[in-house]
């Protein structure tokens, strides 16, 4: 890990210029101390040769002068003097015996001796026996003459001595270097420590703004760039904070402007990814996952019917508008593109509307105009027509004119009733009805109720029937107005139950304790499309609108309207061809005995 950190980084980066800095400066040092080490003895040999000669050339008794020279230059330096190829003098021990006249005649460079008559000095391996390794040494060859007589003066000196020199020296400068990479080891690790401080600092302050935690502050330890860069950090911190704090209360208004809309909004990208979807277009997204029979949760991508108006919307370059029937619901469907910041359309938005109650309130106010001038056609033709007749006295006898009579007030009597039915409609929708609450027991109420129509329901040989889950219960309620509801709905089951059906009046406690009381048919039902509808005025699923006992198609409007004001609610439910259920609940005021 030390490796793989700043710390760890540095300090080898640093070890490793210094070590190659003091390994090329170790290899120079001792390259130039042994070159300067062996400059320095040919040049004293040179010097010593050339004292050697001018004494020489001085004195008669060369013999003894070269003794005396020999003595005087040390036992490290030897001295042979040559004349015509014959050693005149030698200070050569027996070791170093193999130095001959021939031997330095074959080297080229102290052949210059005796044939240029030059000064030459060389670095050289001496012979030796067999049994004796080479010796290194420095020979200075120099001409002399002697009595007039041209000789050769050769000074040998062994690099042993030099070369212990050499490596004491060279010992030296390796532990100079071995103590100063010592010291830089201890130097870097200390630098790239205080260096790596105030960065482990900002790691740590990083980490923490990764995870949320924007107030962390970095200490300022020092004021160089690592101490901007840690007060740069810290601003940097704060300004993201901010950011992120308008950022989260924008998108909690934002989303708090999606939850709170009546229309669904659903926002998706080009694939079909649905990004972001309010309530309203849950429910929506719920009833499109319904109809095509698979779980909502499993899905991601938006309906087809969207997806069809986003391409034509990017087609055209505008929005489209679309309308979708679901679960006998009206959706009305608006589709914009997303543009990016480039100009290319990364998406769409798309507003969903709930238009069943316009559409419902549309067929109302187109119905509400042919209801009632029908209802009203045919008795105000019959009475025009009775009445015109019994003015002209077309009635042949007494029997006709009563006839005539009847119809008459028969059809009056309709009339009064559709108006009375408006009036109550109107009231009731109005809220200026008062209802009187009374404690009912239920038992007997049904029973009273129902039994008005078992003779009706005798002569269609249908079973009128009345089930309750308590026998002894009581309730709070206005029971006119409730039994108008329940001769409403009974009246309607009888009348659309064929022959050998079933009409079954029940009574169950609700979950939340209220009052459920249905009326079950096994009759003709009702088509899905018309259910959504049942409960408004004027409407009537039978669309040839008889006359006799079809009713004014008011009286499922006026009977929600009354378990609206007692603050319970009315549902239906139904299957073609296989039955209806009205049911509605009155919510509890009083505990059952």
């Not at 003595?71 to 030698?90: A, N, P, Q, R, W």
């Amino acid at each position: 890990m030390l490796w793989r950190s700043v710390v760890g980084k540095l300090w080898g980066t640093i070890l490793l210029l210094v070590c190659f800095v003091l390994l090329v400066l170790t290899v120079l040092l001792v390259e130039f101390f042994e070159n300067f080490q062996i400059e320095t003895v040919e040049n004293d040999l040179t010097k010593v040769a050339k004292q050697i000669v001018s004494v020489t050339n001085d004195h008669s008794n060369t013999i003894d002068v070269l003794q005396i020279s020999s003595e005087l230059i040390g036992d490290e330096t030897k001295m042979l003097v040559l004349h015509d190829e014959e050693i005149v003098f030698s200070s050569l021990s027996d070791v170093n015996n193999q130095i001959t006249p021939q031997f330095l005649k074959e080297d080229k460079d102290l052949l210059k001796v005796f044939t240029d008559e030059k000064i030459v000095k060389k670095e050289m391996m001496l012979p030796a026996s067999s049994d004796e390794e080479k010796v290194s040494a420095i020979v200075v060859g120099i001409p002399l003459e002697l009595n007039g007589e041209r000789d050769e003066v050769f000074l040998v000196q062994s690099l042993e001595s030099m070369e212990e020199a050499i490596q004491s020296t060279t010992r030296f400068i390796l532990l100079a270097a071995g103590v100063a990479i010592i010291l830089t080891t201890i130097f870097a690790f200390f630098l790239s420590t205080r260096i790596n401080a105030p960065l482990r600092k900002m790691r740590e302050a990083a980490l923490a703004v990764a995870r949320g935690k924007f107030d962390t502050k970095i200490p300022v330890l020092t004021q160089d760039e690592i101490g901007e860069l840690a007060i740069a950090f810290s601003q940097m911190a704060k300004q993201l904070k901010y950011n992120m704090t308008a950022l989260s209360e924008e998108k909690e208004h934002l989303a708090s402007i999606l939850s709170s809309m009546a229309d669904g909004v659903i926002t998706f990208s080009k694939d079909g990814t649905i990004l972001e979807v309010n309530p309203p277009a849950e429910r929506f997204l719920q009833g499109v996952y319904f109809e095509k029979g698979f779980s909502p949760e499993g899905s991601k991508n938006v309906p087809q019917v969207l997806m069809n108006l986003f391409d034509e919307s990017e087609r055209q370059g505008k929005e489209q508008i679309g309308e979708i029937t679901l679960q006998g619901h009206h959706w009305g469907l608006i589709v914009s593109p997303l543009y990016s910041n480039n100009g290319t359309i990364r998406g769409a938005v798309a507003v969903i509307r709930d238009i069943t109650d316009e559409r419902r309130m549309d067929k109302l106010r187109t119905d509400f105009i042919a209801n009632v001038s029908h209802e009203l056609r045919t008795p105000i033709s019959m009475l025009q027509g009775y009445s015109e007749a019994l003015v002209d006295d077309i009635a042949g006898n007494e029997e006709d004119k009563k006839e005539m009579s009847r119809i008459i007030y028969d059809e009056s009597l309709r009339m009064g009733r559709l108006v009375n039915d408006l009036l109550d409609l109107a009231r009731l929708e109005s809220g200026n009805m008062r209802l009187t609450y009374e404690q009912v027991e239920l038992m007997s109420y049904l029973t009273r109720i129902t039994s008005k129509f078992q003779v009706i329901a005798k002569e269609k040989d249908i079973k009128l029937s009345v089930d309750l889950e308590d026998t002894k219960i009581e309730w709070d309620f206005d029971p006119d107005r409730i039994e108008q509801v329940l001769t409403n709905l009974i009246d309607n089951a009888i009348r659309h139950t064929s022959k050998g059906g079933s009409v079954e009046v029940a009574q169950r406690k609700s979950d939340r304790g209220g009052l459920i009381i249905y009326v079950k048919d096994t009759g003709s039902g009702i088509p899905e499309e018309d259910l959504p509808f049942v409960f408004e005025r004027f409407y009537k699923a039978d669309k040839a609108r008889t006359r006799g006992r079809s009713g004014t198609g008011l009286g499922l409007s006026i009977a929600k309207n009354i378990i609206d004001a007692h603050e319970g609610y009315m549902s239906v439910n139904s299957r073609l061809n296989e039955g209806t259920m009205f049911s509605f609940v009155l919510p509890m005021r009083k505990k059952s005995k």
